[in-house]
């Protein structure tokens, strides 16, 4: 069982990157699928959930400019990630829950971080 983050990079203010969320050994279409962050010096938090009934939380900080969504064929969940700013630079995880919320000490399965950097 294994969920695996890929896409980070390194990005101008102002730009896009999609990073994605695979997993193997278990379906992620059972699952609540949650994108974290954790900036230099700062908890990791919660900033997108998408549980499986298809509903969206976005934290304030991203609304309206990071969108997740998923491939059910592909068993993977993508983070599409608009109008990057300096502070959005973290490394991002992604994890999995089956029953329940996004919340951190709860996941049941977390991907390596990818690093996204956001700077001109």
């Known amino acids: 069982v294994q969920l695996q983050a890929s896409g980070g990079g390194l990005v101008q203010p102002g730009g896009s990157l999609r990073i994605s969320c695979t997993a193997s050994?278990?379906?992620?279409?059972?699952?609540?699928i949650g994108w974290f962050r954790q900036a230099p010096g700062k908890e990791r938090e919660m900033i997108s959930c998408?549980?499986?009934?298809?509903?969206?939380y976005y934290e304030f900080s991203v609304r309206g400019r990071f969108t997740i969504s998923r491939d059910g064929a592909k068993n993977a969940v993508y983070l599409e990630m608009n109008s990057l700013k300096p502070e959005d630079t973290a490394v991002y995880f992604c994890?999995?829950?089956?029953?329940?919320?996004?919340?951190?000490?709860?996941?049941?399965?977390w991907g390596k971080g990818t690093q996204v950097t956001v700077s001109s």
């Open positions: 994890a999995a829950v089956r029953y329940g919320w996004c919340v951190d000490n709860v996941m049941d399965y």
């Open positions: 998408n549980p499986a009934d298809g509903t969206e």
């Open positions: 050994g278990f379906r992620l279409d059972s699952y609540a």
